[in-house]
C-alpha cells in the first residue's frame, strides 16, 4: 500500500520556489493567475501561456510582456478568404472556414488536434502552408503524446473510467485531488485506487 504521508509534498507557490519543483506539480489556473498578479507578470490568455511566463521569470526574473498586433487581431477567420501564404495571427479560431481549408489541402481525413493547435497558437507571423507542414510532421513523429495542461483532468478522468467504469465521478475526483498534490506525471495508474483508503 502506498503511504501518502511519505509522499514528495507540493512545495508554496511563490518567487522562491525551483524551476523543477514548479515544472514537476501541477497548478490551478487560479494560483498561476494569482503568482502573476503578485510580481506583475500579465495575468491573461491561456493556462500553458502563464506558465511560460512564471518559467521566464524564475529563471531569468524578467517579466515577459505580451507581443500583440493590432492591425493582425482583426483578421476574421470565420469569413476571410484563406490561402497558403496567409498569416496565421493572434485572432486564430478553429472556425467551419478553417476546417473547410484545411480539409481541402490535407484531406478529408484531416481533424484538429491538441498537439498540432499548440503549434498554430504558439507560431503566430507563419503562414498556413508552415502550418500544413507542421501538421504532417506532427502525424509522423513517434514517441508518448504530451497531454497540455488544461487538458490533465479530462485525461486522467477518461482514463480512470475506462479502466474502471464502476468507480464514481467523486472518487475519481479524490484520486485527481491527491495526484495533482505530487510530483511529476499526472496520468492515471492503478496504484492510484490507494488515494481512496486515505482520509
Not at 35 to 46: E, L, N, R
Amino acid at each position: 500500500m502506498m503511504c501518502l504521508d511519505k509522499m514528495d509534498k507540493r512545495p508554496a507557490l511563490n518567487k522562491y520556489i525551483s524551476i523543477t519543483d514548479f515544472k514537476d506539480f501541477y497548478w490551478l489556473k487560479s494560483e498561476l493567475q494569482e503568482f502573476c498578479k503578485k510580481h506583475k507578470i500579465p495575468s491573461t490568455g491561456a493556462k500553458i501561456e502563464l506558465a511560460k511566463s512564471i518559467e521566464e521569470y524564475l529563471l531569468t526574473g524578467k517579466i515577459q510582456t505580451k507581443k500583440r498586433t493590432k492591425a493582425l487581431s482583426t483578421f476574421n477567420w470565420q469569413t476571410e478568404d484563406l490561402s497558403l501564404e496567409t498569416i496565421i495571427t493572434d485572432s486564430y479560431k478553429n472556425s467551419e472556414n478553417v476546417r473547410a481549408f484545411f480539409k481541402k489541402h490535407i484531406g478529408s481525413s484531416f481533424k484538429f488536434n491538441v498537439g498540432w493547435m499548440n503549434w498554430i497558437k504558439e507560431n503566430t507571423g507563419k503562414t498556413l502552408q508552415d502550418a500544413i507542414d507542421a501538421y504532417h510532421c506532427k502525424k509522423l513523429a513517434k514517441g508518448p503524446k504530451t497531454i497540455a495542461p488544461q487538458f490533465e483532468f479530462n485525461a486522467y478522468m477518461k482514463a480512470c473510467k475506462k479502466e474502471f467504469p464502476s468507480l464514481s465521478h467523486q472518487e475519481v475526483v479524490k484520486m485527481w485531488n491527491t495526484k495533482r498534490t505530487m510530483r511529476g506525471q499526472k496520468v492515471f495508474e492503478k496504484t492510484d485506487l490507494a488515494f481512496l483508503e486515505s482520509k
